[in-house]
Protein backbone atom coordinates (compact mmCIF):
# COMPACT_ATOMS: atom_id res chain seq x y z
CA UNK A 1 0.00 0.00 0.00
CA UNK A 2 1.60 3.45 -1.35
CA UNK A 3 0.96 6.48 0.93
CA UNK A 4 0.57 10.16 -0.08
CA UNK A 5 0.96 12.45 2.52
CA UNK A 6 0.16 10.01 5.30
CA UNK A 7 -2.85 8.93 3.50
CA UNK A 8 -3.35 5.63 1.96
CA UNK A 9 -4.42 4.87 -1.53
CA UNK A 10 -6.54 2.42 -1.02
CA UNK A 11 -9.88 3.38 0.13
CA UNK A 12 -11.89 0.55 2.43
CA UNK A 13 -15.47 0.05 2.31
CA UNK A 14 -17.42 -1.78 4.65
CA UNK A 15 -20.41 -3.36 3.06
CA UNK A 16 -23.16 -4.19 6.02
CA UNK A 17 -25.58 -6.50 3.91
CA UNK A 18 -28.76 -5.98 2.57
CA UNK A 19 -30.88 -4.84 5.50
CA UNK A 20 -34.08 -4.13 5.63
CA UNK A 21 -36.59 -3.17 8.96
CA UNK A 22 -40.17 -2.72 8.46
CA UNK A 23 -41.79 0.34 9.91
CA UNK A 24 -45.27 1.17 10.73
CA UNK A 25 -46.33 3.74 13.23
CA UNK A 26 -49.94 5.26 13.86
CA UNK A 27 -50.12 9.04 12.63
CA UNK A 28 -52.65 9.35 15.36
CA UNK A 29 -56.56 11.49 15.15
CA UNK A 30 -55.29 14.44 13.37
CA UNK A 31 -52.60 12.54 11.32
CA UNK A 32 -55.25 9.97 10.32
CA UNK A 33 -57.52 13.03 8.77
CA UNK A 34 -54.94 15.34 7.35
CA UNK A 35 -53.46 12.69 5.70
CA UNK A 36 -57.24 11.39 4.48
CA UNK A 37 -58.22 14.60 3.27
CA UNK A 38 -54.93 14.63 1.02
CA UNK A 39 -56.13 11.95 -0.33
CA UNK A 40 -59.64 11.59 -0.87
CA UNK A 41 -59.84 15.25 -1.37
CA UNK A 42 -56.45 16.92 -2.24
CA UNK A 43 -57.36 19.14 0.44
CA UNK A 44 -54.80 20.08 3.32
CA UNK A 45 -55.96 20.85 6.69
CA UNK A 46 -54.85 23.31 9.69
CA UNK A 47 -56.13 23.52 12.75
CA UNK A 48 -56.62 26.67 14.54
CA UNK A 49 -55.62 27.94 18.12
CA UNK A 50 -58.65 29.11 20.24
CA UNK A 51 -56.33 31.57 21.96
CA UNK A 52 -53.96 33.09 19.37
CA UNK A 53 -56.32 32.06 15.98
CA UNK A 54 -52.87 30.63 14.78
CA UNK A 55 -53.83 27.85 11.83
CA UNK A 56 -50.73 25.49 12.21
CA UNK A 57 -50.38 22.84 9.00
CA UNK A 58 -50.23 19.75 9.61
CA UNK A 59 -52.89 19.68 12.17
CA UNK A 60 -51.69 19.30 16.03
CA UNK A 61 -53.10 18.69 19.54
CA UNK A 62 -51.47 21.72 21.57
CA UNK A 63 -50.26 25.42 20.88
CA UNK A 64 -46.60 25.98 21.57
CA UNK A 65 -47.18 29.60 22.59
CA UNK A 66 -50.49 29.05 24.23
CA UNK A 67 -50.17 26.10 25.36
CA UNK A 68 -53.93 25.25 24.39
CA UNK A 69 -55.55 22.23 23.32
CA UNK A 70 -56.61 22.76 19.69
CA UNK A 71 -59.78 20.61 17.56
CA UNK A 72 -61.14 23.40 15.36
CA UNK A 73 -59.74 21.88 11.90
CA UNK A 74 -59.87 24.42 8.79
CA UNK A 75 -59.02 23.76 5.44
CA UNK A 76 -55.87 25.59 3.84
CA UNK A 77 -55.04 26.22 0.34
CA UNK A 78 -52.50 24.69 -1.41
CA UNK A 79 -51.16 27.78 -2.20
CA UNK A 80 -49.02 29.67 -0.80
CA UNK A 81 -45.27 31.70 -0.75
CA UNK A 82 -42.03 30.04 -0.81
CA UNK A 83 -40.44 31.05 2.63
CA UNK A 84 -37.04 29.34 2.76
CA UNK A 85 -35.68 26.57 0.24
CA UNK A 86 -32.41 24.58 -0.48
CA UNK A 87 -31.72 22.79 -3.88
CA UNK A 88 -29.84 19.50 -2.82
CA UNK A 89 -27.52 18.12 -5.28
CA UNK A 90 -25.34 15.33 -3.04
CA UNK A 91 -28.22 12.27 -2.66
CA UNK A 92 -28.84 10.19 0.74
CA UNK A 93 -31.19 8.21 1.78
CA UNK A 94 -34.87 9.38 1.97
CA UNK A 95 -36.39 8.16 5.02
CA UNK A 96 -40.10 7.39 3.13
CA UNK A 97 -38.64 5.21 0.96
CA UNK A 98 -35.40 3.85 2.61
CA UNK A 99 -33.80 4.88 -1.36
CA UNK A 100 -31.80 7.42 -2.42
CA UNK A 101 -33.28 10.17 -3.64
CA UNK A 102 -32.48 11.62 -7.42
CA UNK A 103 -30.67 15.12 -7.46
CA UNK A 104 -31.00 17.66 -7.54
CA UNK A 105 -34.03 18.83 -5.77
CA UNK A 106 -35.81 21.37 -4.01
CA UNK A 107 -36.73 21.19 -0.37
CA UNK A 108 -38.55 24.31 0.85
CA UNK A 109 -41.26 25.90 3.94
CA UNK A 110 -44.20 26.83 2.47
CA UNK A 111 -46.49 29.27 4.32
CA UNK A 112 -49.84 28.03 2.84
CA UNK A 113 -52.75 31.03 2.46
CA UNK A 114 -54.45 30.40 5.24
CA UNK A 115 -52.18 29.38 7.83
CA UNK A 116 -49.31 30.91 9.46
CA UNK A 117 -46.74 28.15 10.10
CA UNK A 118 -44.23 26.90 7.10
CA UNK A 119 -45.31 23.47 6.15
CA UNK A 120 -42.25 21.94 4.47
CA UNK A 121 -42.12 20.05 1.27
CA UNK A 122 -40.65 19.39 -1.88
CA UNK A 123 -39.85 22.00 -4.59
CA UNK A 124 -40.17 21.14 -8.48
CA UNK A 125 -36.45 22.88 -9.76
CA UNK A 126 -37.21 22.36 -13.19
CA UNK A 127 -36.14 26.03 -14.09
CA UNK A 128 -33.35 27.02 -10.80
CA UNK A 129 -33.73 30.80 -11.61
CA UNK A 130 -37.42 31.08 -10.56
CA UNK A 131 -36.92 29.54 -6.94
CA UNK A 132 -36.64 32.38 -4.73
CA UNK A 133 -37.87 33.32 -1.61
CA UNK A 134 -41.59 34.95 -1.79
CA UNK A 135 -42.33 33.50 -4.81
CA UNK A 136 -46.37 31.98 -5.22
CA UNK A 137 -46.08 28.08 -5.22
CA UNK A 138 -49.14 25.69 -5.51
CA UNK A 139 -49.42 21.85 -4.47
CA UNK A 140 -49.06 19.47 -7.36
CA UNK A 141 -50.80 16.36 -6.21
CA UNK A 142 -50.30 12.57 -7.12
CA UNK A 143 -53.01 11.42 -9.30
CA UNK A 144 -52.99 7.74 -7.58
CA UNK A 145 -52.82 8.56 -3.87
CA UNK A 146 -52.14 6.32 -0.48
CA UNK A 147 -52.49 8.67 2.37
CA UNK A 148 -49.15 10.12 3.14
CA UNK A 149 -46.78 13.06 2.57
CA UNK A 150 -45.96 11.84 -0.89
CA UNK A 151 -49.60 12.66 -2.15
CA UNK A 152 -48.26 15.88 -2.94
CA UNK A 153 -45.76 15.08 -5.24
CA UNK A 154 -44.23 18.76 -4.42
CA UNK A 155 -45.01 22.24 -4.93
CA UNK A 156 -44.70 24.43 -8.59
CA UNK A 157 -43.66 28.01 -9.02
CA UNK A 158 -46.70 29.91 -10.10
CA UNK A 159 -46.47 32.41 -13.05
CA UNK A 160 -45.92 35.94 -11.55
ZN1 LIG B 1 -52.33 29.74 20.36
Redesign the pocket.
Known sequence: MEESGGLPQERLVIHSGEAQQAFRYAVGRYGSRFFMELRDHRRILGIR??????VYVPPRQV??????R?DDLVEVAPTGILTAFTILRFSFLDPETGKPKPVPYGYGFIRLDGADNAFQHFIEIRDEGRIKIGVRVRAVFEEERKGNLADIRHFEVLEP
Open positions: CPGCRKCGPCFRM
